[in-house]
């Protein structure tokens, strides 16, 4: 990684001062940083009574015991003894007189006026929410989907589920029918809130026909309530509505008291085999490390205004939403095109509503630094800090982001975690000068390492993301599935966490990150499983065969590309076959997931036991060094592969 042309950010002196890491250093008596990252590491039960206090975590009876390793460090439990419903630590801002009447979530569309509701008519509408849910039968432990464009239902929806002590279900928007029914077939859920649909772009995505189909395919699901789009057709005869719900009077409901072990989340994420994992997050867990990281990362305070525009359907979602509510700042939710009509869109927002921390994701700023002009054009004045995430970003687009939306003032904290991890493994504080793309400090109570094939440190070399003792806001374990939740994290080392991602952590201290160490494909951010796109395109009769990876994308980050064997049966052309399949994979994952090339083969490289080698054709793909080739059953495939890709590159 080739950050040191770039100078570093340095910290300005207010960060040093009056910034949330250093109030928390003051208040456990360091005047280093590093010392406190040290005290968390070696004192978790000491610092997390700290930051409890210092985050202002509602315990509804507070716990006698930061962990119990009982059954193994794979599956603690956490502040054994204690009660909480996250939610109150929410809806405490509409009792305080700074924000009961201040902005809680801002809600804007593409073309519909912007909603606001205040802290105390938040707190109302959750109440409200968790009644009519009640009123319709759900009860706690309920698994609900939830299925909508980022803004207040979305938001109150989250909330509400929790505060009734069920357990949300994410989806994104933008998934077609095989990936929904996956997702609320595995968890076994029992309704859905789903929007009618959308605006992209100026046009109406209508998300009903989706949702509908796949409904025939979910026996457990008993039924759905509809958010209404104004964009699109009216409700049907007979259709529970989200209005309708939400009319109940909650004024009287008590939020259900949950252990810290309780579920409130499964949030499904892919992996490289199989069907869509389910990490588990608890109430004593996702919120926790989401008031934690998002004071002591991303620096949010009371009265902050903070945007990063991130679907429910994904874990930035609930992550956006908790950093600003769980601190009493303003969310400003925006769902539509971020180029829409034009590049000034995200400008005209900032500008609009003084945002004062921003996020974006690596292919947005991207994007931002091709239009320049237009992203640009707007006042970005009020903006005190910048967040990236999502996937690797290269220096010169995080010193661009540094230079041109922070004014070269604000810093650009990158963090890396996972939907299993929930935020921070990896980031940066305000106190210490930051080098481009890179992360100037594992999150505090997180013992993250960079580790070679034995386990063992590394510096100054790449090597795997290890974590070396449990954390909190680590996944549960994944629905109903310990097996591949210890088979995902701890066997490869076996007493650490091995996340998936290479790494290195240089002799200055800085971290980067280098991409996945597995087959993992991320497109524009969204990470997909290989499998489950293969699955989608042997369920085609003209496809015997399928393999799927990623390669990098200047636009995207990775964009999509699919090999195929196809079927004696097929009699069409190479053309009709690759906009078949095309086609086919957007229709039944959703648009976003669309290949970009589909190449028609003989055969495929395989092991010795018939495993699809997914990392040899990306390295074909990519003109990389092949590697050790001793598990190739068939090198033949291997020459296939180079003469089309050769071909290609003859036309």
């Known amino acids: 990684m080739n950050s040191s042309e770039f100078p570093q950010w340095q910290p300005r002196p207010e960060d040093l001062t009056d910034s949330n890491i250093a109030r928390l250093m003051a208040e456990l008596g360091f005047a280093d940083y590093d010392d406190l990252y040290r005290f968390s590491i070696e004192h978790p039960d000491k610092y997390w009574r700290v930051v409890n206090r210092f985050c202002g975590i509602v315990w509804s009876r507070d716990y006698d015991q930061y962990i119990d390793t009982s059954r193994g460090i794979e599956f603690p439990r956490w502040f054994v003894g204690g009660e909480l419903n996250w939610v109150d630590t929410v809806l405490r801002w ?262 004062t921390v921003y996020g974006a994701s690596p292919t947005l700023i991207r994007g931002y630094a091709t239009h320049a002009a237009d992203a640009l054009s707007r006042d970005l004045s009020s903006i005190r800090l910048l967040i990236t995430a999502g996937e690797a970003i290269d220096p010169a687009h995080f010193k661009w982001f540094e230079e041109h939306f922070g004014r070269g003032t604000c810093p650009v904290i990158n963090v890396t975690g996972g939907t299993e991890a929930t935020c921070a493994l990896l980031s940066s504080v305000v106190v210490k000068p930051i080098a481009a793309a890179s992360f100037n400090t594992a999150s505090p109570s997180v013992a993250t390492d960079v580790v070679d094939d034995l386990g063992n440190t590394l510096i100054g070399s790449i090597g795997e993301l290890s974590i070396r003792a449990p954390f909190v806001g680590m996944t549960q374990s994944f629905w109903l599935d310990d097996e591949r939740y210890l088979e995902s994290y701890w066997r490869t080392s076996p007493g650490q966490w091995i996340h998936g991602d290479l790494a290195l952590h240089d002799a200055e201290g800085f971290f980067y990150i280098l991409g996945r160490s597995d087959d993992t494909i991320k497109v524009a951010g969204k990470r997909l499983g290989p499998a489950e796109v293969e699955e989608i395109l042997l369920s085609l009769d003209s496809v015997s065969e399928a393999a799927a990876i990623g390669v990098m994308d200047q636009a995207k980050g990775q964009r999509l590309i699919v090999f195929v064997i196809p079927t004696p049966e097929w009699k069409g052309t190479e053309a009709e076959l690759e906009r078949l399949i095309k086609d086919h994979v957007a229709e039944r994952m959703g648009k976003p997931f669309r290949p970009s090339r589909v190449y028609a083969m003989k055969e495929l490289p395989k092991t010795r036991s018939l495993k699809v080698m997914r990392r040899l054709i990306r390295n074909v793909y990519m003109d990389q060094r092949l590697g050790d080739l001793s598990a190739l059953g068939n090198p033949s495939a291997i020459d296939e592969l180079k003469g089309v890709l050769e071909a290609e590159k003859g036309q």
């Open 94 to 355: 509409a009792d305080h007189p700074d924000t009961a009447n201040r902005p809680a979530i801002i809600a804007e569309r593409e073309q519909i006026p912007a909603v606001t509701v205040t802290y105390a008519e938040l707190r109302k509408r959750v109440r409200d929410f968790a009644a009519g849910l009640a009123r319709q039968g759900i009860r706690r432990g309920d698994r609900v989907g939830l299925l909508s464009e980022n803004g207040l239902e979305a938001n109150v929806a989250l909330l509400g589920i929790s505060y009734l002590g069920a357990i949300v279900v994410p989806l994104f928007s933008g998934f077609g029918v095989d990936a929904i029914v996956a997702r609320l077939g595995s968890c076994e859920a029992r309704t859905l809130i789903a929007s009618t649909g959308f605006s992209r772009r100026g046009q109406f995505v209508d998300a009903r026909a989706i949702v509908e189909t796949a409904r025939q395919q979910l026996p457990s699901l008993e039924f759905i309530i509809w958010k209404h789009s104004p964009e699109g057709p009216d409700l049907q005869a007979g259709d529970i509505s989200y209005a309708d719900i939400a009319s109940a009077n909650g004024d009287s409901l008590e939020s259900a008291r949950m252990s810290p072990d309780d579920p409130f989340m499964v949030i499904y994420t892919s992996g490289t085999t199989g069907k869509p994992k389910g990490p588990v997050h608890t109430h004593g867990g996702f919120p926790l490390k989401m008031a934690h990281d998002s004071q002591l990362h991303f620096d949010v305070r009371m009265g902050d205004v903070f945007c990063w525009p991130a679907d429910m359907g994904w874990v930035a979602g609930p992550l956006v939403s908790t950093s600003a509510l769980l601190n009493g700042a303003t969310l400003v939710c925006y769902d539509g095109a971020p180029d829409f009509p034009d590049w000034t869109r995200m400008g005209r927002l900032i500008e609009k509503y003084k945002v």
